[in-house]
């Protein structure tokens, strides 16, 4: 394998580092999660998306689902998440990775009675922030118009009640 084809054709360098200090508030909260938006797609030209999420004791996350258009990698920063790779949920702690490819079944959750981080990292980018921040108001109104939203944000879930049985998508 080599590297790709350069894009930048300067001789000399360019100052555009983009630094975003601990001490950011997060972009979004919900309840007791926080999601602090590191990495968007519009920041990095779509190269990839980088969010903190910090969960809060019994947080729950988004059911058995996949993407067709980008991969998800998941790095646990504290406390314990549960992850699900498609055939089992592990609980995972600080240091623990996992990558999701395209088309890979995945969700997760904090079960514990403790808070826990983790950096989620999309690539390529996409616009995941819309997702993120009206989620939870599209699930309420439900329908067609839920569905569309998930197939606009590229989320393809597992039909819960089938979920035991391999499942079929919606």
């Given at each position: 394998m080599s590297y790709p084809e350069p894009r930048y054709?300067?001789?000399?360098?360019?100052?555009?580092?983009?630094?975003?200090?601990a001490d950011t508030p997060p972009d979004l909260i919900r309840g007791a999660n926080?999601?602090?938006?590191?990495?968007t797609h519009?920041?990095?030209?779509?190269?990839?998306?980088?969010?903190?999420?910090?969960?809060?004791?019994?947080?729950?996350g988004p059911s058995t689902h996949f993407h067709r258009t980008l991969s998800e990698s998941f790095f646990i920063l504290s406390g314990a998440v549960r992850l699900y790779d498609g055939e089992r949920w592990a609980t995972c702690g600080a240091g623990d990775f996992l990558y999701v490819p395209v088309g890979g079944l995945h969700a997760f959750k904090n079960d514990s009675d403790d808070p826990a981080s983790m950096l989620l990292l999309f690539s390529p980018g996409a616009p995941r922030e819309e997702y993120f921040e009206r989620v939870a108001e599209m699930a309420q109104r439900g329908g067609q118009e839920f569905?569309?939203?998930l197939v606009r944000h590229d989320s393809y879930f597992l039909?819960?009640?089938?979920?035991?049985?391999?499942?079929?998508?919606?």
């Open positions: 054709l300067g001789e000399n360098g360019e100052i555009n580092a983009v630094h975003r200090p926080r999601t602090h938006y590191l990495a519009a920041a990095t030209g779509g190269e990839f998306g980088l969010y903190r999420v910090d969960m809060g004791p019994k947080a729950p569905a569309d939203f039909d819960e009640e089938a979920a035991g049985a391999g499942g079929t998508r919606r």
